[in-house]
């Protein structure tokens, strides 16, 4: 199983020569925050902290490519947060929402809760 310091190391090694140990905050952040949103995916419904470690556990067993892409996604998004189309040097790049797009989420199945 794929832990969190894992991912943190696979997205310093995606970044590459991009990367400067200066960011080491910024690429926890990428990571962590790519694991609550598919926590909250799953479990959209009750994410109080007493349930968040073990649905955390459950992410990184079963859906552990999409945090990385999530991550990965966010990464390469910096300084352009919130952002739905960027223009720089005679290129326009334009992304589905400011948020991280919905196709990043196929394949989690979201746990129902019977009331």
């Not at 991009?18 to 690429?27: A, E, K, L, N, T």
């Not at 609550?36 to 968040?52: F, G, I, L, Q």
């Amino acid at each position: 199983m794929k832990t969190r310091d894992d991912l943190i190391n696979s997205l310093i090694e995606y970044a590459a020569d991009d990367y400067d140990s200066g960011q080491i905050s910024f690429v926890e952040d990428c990571v962590d925050s790519a694991i609550y949103e598919v926590c909250n995916r799953m479990y959209p419904w009750d994410m109080s902290d007493a349930k968040y470690s073990a649905i955390k556990k459950r992410a990184l067993q079963r859906y552990i490519w999409q945090i990385k892409r999530i991550a990965e996604f966010h990464y390469d998004k910096q300084g352009k947060e919130g952002v739905t189309t960027f223009y720089e040097s005679g290129q326009t790049t334009s992304y589905e929402s400011g948020g991280t797009p919905s196709q990043y989420f196929d394949g989690i199945v979201t746990m129902a809760k019977v009331i």
